[in-house]
């Protein structure tokens, strides 16, 4: 049987979780129940163009530490709960949305951004005081898009419109997947 996901435009409970400005980027929400690495790797791989920068902040971060120093992928330790990974090539995308995938099935955010003058040493990711989360040390207009991965699919913050086609995201999804037309808003 087909695993079914969801997609919702503009969500404002996700422009609720993270301190951005609000007329530069569009959300997407795309939900799966049990989301896989068959299921993200395509989306990011299609959607996005290289480097990507993953930053995981999180106490599981250890396992892809591990795993990034078996693998010989350099990344950068940004505090004692996380790191960042500068992503070049789809081997290596592919070994981390594996990882990210098992972080988000443990209930941790992954945060994955696209953009130009980005490195990971500058991906600092702070809380709020009111909880949200926010990159003080990027300029914002630097940034093109930000993909969080959780245990309930992906959120997309981008600027550019064409990522929020419905055809583009529907060819960058494997056919094992079912588009759930009645749990979608795509307006």
Request: charged share 20%; glycine share 4%; hydrophobic share 40%.
């Amino acid at each position: 049987m087909k695993k079914q996901y969801f997609i919702q435009f503009s969500d404002q409970s996700a422009q609720l979780d993270f301190l951005i400005p609000k007329d530069t980027f569009k959300v997407m929400n795309i939900g799966i129940q049990d989301i896989d690495t068959d299921f993200l790797y395509p989306i990011i791989q299609s959607m996005f163009n290289f480097p990507l920068f993953f930053v995981v902040t999180s106490d599981l971060f250890e396992d892809f530490t591990v795993s990034a120093l078996e693998w010989d992928i350099p990344y950068y330790r940004h505090s004692s709960t996380g790191i960042n990974i500068r992503v070049d090539d789809e081997t290596t995308l592919k070994k981390l949305c594996s990882h990210a995938v098992i972080l988000a099935l443990s209930g941790m955010e992954i945060f994955i951004l696209t953009g130009r003058e980005l490195s990971e040493t500058n991906l600092l990711p702070t809380t709020t005081s009111k909880g949200l989360v926010e990159f003080k040390n990027v300029g914002i207009q630097n940034v093109h898009s930000i993909i969080i991965v959780n245990e309930v699919g992906l959120t997309l913050y981008s600027r550019d419109t064409n990522e929020y086609s419905f055809k583009k995201l529907k060819r960058s999804i494997p056919e094992d997947y079912l588009f759930d037309l009645d749990g979608s808003t795509l307006n």
